[in-house]
Every structure is written in C-alpha cells, then in structure tokens.
C-alpha cells in the first residue's frame, strides 16, 4: 500500500488542424500535470470526566453521549473540509471542492450573481438560478452529474423553489430514505459549515 497516489491530468489539448492534398500536417502534442492525492488524517482524543460516569441521576450514559457528539463533530468537520478546505490555511487537511474548482479553467465555474442569489426572492430569481444550475450541470462530464452537494441553507432555498416551480421529485437511497432529486441529481444538505452552528442537543 502507499500513502500517495499520483496522477496526471489534461492541462492544454493538441492543436488539430486541416491541410491541403499532398501536404503535412503541423506537429502539435498536448500536455498534462501531474497531481498527488496523499492520505490525511482526522480524529481526536476524548476525555470524560470519570465524575459524570459516577453521576446516578442522568438519564444518558455520559460516555455515549460524549461519543455522539464527537461523531457528530467529525462529520461537520470533514464535510467542512470537503467543501471548503485549503492546504494553505491547514497543511495538515486536504484541498475542498472548491478550491479544486478554483484551480480549473474559469470556464468551469458558473456564477449565478456576483453577491449571490436569492433563489427565493421571486420567480425571475428562480429561473434564473436554474438556467445557472443546468448550465453548471452541463459542464460536468456527460452532463449528467449523480449528486448536487450544497449547505443547510442551499438546500432549503433550491428545494423550496422546486415546489413552487413544480418541478419538485423525489427518490429513494439505498437505505430507503427519501432524497429530493432535480433532473436525476440527487440533492445532498452537507449541513452547516461550522462547528458553531451545530444544532444543540438536550442533556438529560
């Protein structure tokens, strides 16, 4: 086994071209970089205090409930990370999605407004968001992507103007969960982006 893995991606396409009868083409070659996907590591070290073990009056087992919340935290974290994450602010994680996107040819991105959209704010917005989102779409290979990833308020916004729209449809996952899905792509809420807005749980 190994900790990286390189691989190499297409930089700039040969130039083909025409040519007239009996004469050459132009030599022309492509070219590619070379990338290197390394393993990160996340997790923690939790500590219980031994008093709320002893404590007989709760009604959770401390320990499972310190366990839940770790968990919890791990998947905000690494969804964090996914979306948003930079090397050059934590050397010690991976590069998020976009900053990936960030780093491809300005045609990949697609900006809907330059201060953001509200998706909600009337029916011009909402049709103009799509137009976007299927332009986005588009520009995934094949045009088909499986999975739209997006945050808590992302997701409210865009599932929202689907219903009003009546465009609104919905599938099963493998766990037979209901999942709502815009031209085939499934719509995944990754949650809030910060460990700060983590919804808050009673303690009992």
Do not use: C
């Not at 070290?45 to 839940?68: A, F």
């Not at 809907?112 to 909402?126: E, H, I, K, Y």
């Not at 899905?181 to 983590?198: C, E, F, I, K």
Request: proline share 4%; hydrophobic share 40%.
């Amino acid at each position: 086994g190994t900790f990286n893995l390189k691989v190499n991606r297409w930089f700039a396409l040969p130039t083909p071209g025409w040519r007239s009868l009996g004469e050459s083409f132009t030599s022309t070659a492509g070219s590619s970089e070379q990338l290197e996907e390394t393993v990160y590591i996340a997790g923690g070290n939790l500590d219980i205090e031994e008093l709320y073990t002893e404590d007989q009056g709760v009604r959770i087992d401390p320990q499972k409930n310190q366990t839940d919340m770790f968990l919890a935290a791990m998947g905000y974290i690494i969804n964090n990370q996914f979306l948003n994450g930079d090397v050059a602010s934590d050397p010690e994680a991976f590069n998020g999605i976009k900053l990936r996107i960030t780093n491809l040819a300005s045609r990949q991105t697609v900006a809907a407004a330059a201060a953001g959209l509200d998706v909600r704010a009337s029916t011009a917005n909402m049709n103009s968001f799509f137009d976007k989102l299927n332009e986005a779409m588009h520009k995934v290979e094949g045009g088909n992507p499986d999975v739209l990833l997006m945050n808590t308020n992302s997701y409210l916004g865009i599932e929202s103007a689907l219903r009003r729209l009546g465009l609104y449809d919905t599938t099963k996952d493998m766990f037979g969960r209901e999942v709502t899905v815009y031209r085939g792509a499934r719509l995944y809420d990754m949650g809030p982006t910060h460990l700060a807005t983590t919804p808050r749980r009673p303690f009992l």
